[in-house]
């Protein structure tokens, strides 16, 4: 199969290696970071056994796009991509939240409501309100950063008590979130997508703010399908939608939530196939391009040679 699971590389001049949960990123003379997106899969904070094929390189792509249609908004983290599957950028001190905006009752915050909760992160959310249904404005939902385990909702307030960012700083992040939001809003728009929710994540280096990671991917946002969206709101019917959460329900359905106890299902050759061409529906949909596979060659030393190069540019 022609994916990537880990890599092991030595570059010159690293300094440092991560394993994350889908991304192993190589710091470089504690200045710039070789971030390979592979093709490991997460749900529910969980690393899933098999890879899907493909996955990475449209994560990468789709977020190289969208780093350089937003880069007036502000600065990214993004110097190089030399290769599909690979980023290279500058370091950044990561702030150790992340900001989730949501404009619609879906995912996470439709299972908290459907509990009967009306209250998320301090944001109060009005009754009556089904799954699915488009907020009556767009509402920031921070996370905590964790490195290990569960991301957890974290209030506003409670990350300026704790200073895990200044008061100064998070009303950029607000800022920066909303404006984001609304630019991948308006580009989903011209696909025929509702851009449902997301996340960002953003760092400091040199005193200057930068958005980092990947942004307005399937793995880190939702999408719906604006043709229809409102007749299957009033009838009730599910969403048509472009994100992870197709390999959350299916987990759900197989009795895993990440939870304490519980086992991750087997993944067969045919759902792991079936995956791959979901990720490549969502690329083709989300940018409005065919996907160009690679040719057969070697991933592992495609992707080595690929980094040394740029990496001698700099």
Excluded at 50 to 77: R, S
Excluded at 151 to 176: C, F, H, M, P, T
Excluded at 233 to 241: L, S
Excluded at 292 to 300: A, G, H, M, R
């Amino acid at each position: 199969m022609n994916s990537i699971n880990e890599t092991h590389f030595d570059f010159a001049g690293q300094t440092g290696y991560y394993k994350g949960k889908v991304r192993d990123v190589y710091t470089i003379g504690d200045k710039y970071l070789a971030m390979v997106v592979t093709d490991r899969i997460s749900a529910f904070d969980v690393v899933l056994p098999e890879p899907i094929p493909y996955k990475g390189q449209v994560l990468n792509q789709i977020a190289a796009k969208f780093l350089a249609a937003t880069a007036d908004i502000v600065p990214n983290w993004v110097i190089a991509v030399p290769d599909p599957n690979v980023t290279i950028g500058r370091i950044c001190e990561p702030f150790k939240v992340e900001m989730v905006i949501r404009g619609y009752l879906a995912g996470h915050a439709a299972r908290e409501y459907s509990l009967g909760k009306r209250t998320i992160c301090d944001v109060t959310l009005p009754e009556g309100l089904k799954e699915n249904d488009k907020l009556p404005e767009p509402i920031i939902t921070p996370t905590t950063k964790a490195s290990i385990g569960h991301d957890e909702d974290i209030a506003r307030e409670s990350i300026l008590a704790q200073g895990i960012v200044s008061n100064d700083d998070y009303l950029k992040l607000e800022a920066y979130t909303r404006a984001l939001f609304q630019r991948g809003t308006e580009m989903a728009a011209k696909q025929g997508l509702i851009l449902v929710d997301t996340k960002y994540e953003f760092g400091k280096a040199d005193g200057t703010i930068y958005l980092i990671d990947e942004i307005h991917t399937p793995d880190s946002s939702r999408y719906f399908y604006r043709d229809g969206y409102a007749d299957r709101q009033q009838n009730n019917e599910p969403q048509k939608q472009l994100s992870k959460e197709f390999v959350r329900q299916w987990l759900i359905e197989n009795n895993f939530q990440g939870k304490e106890g519980q086992q991750i299902p087997v993944m067969s050759i045919d759902k792991v196939n079936s995956i791959s061409e979901r990720y490549i529906e969502l690329y083709e949909q989300i940018i409005g391009e065919g996907f160009v596979k690679p040719s057969n060659t070697d991933i592992l030393e495609r992707v080595e040679n690929n980094i040394n190069t740029a990496l001698s540019k700099l």
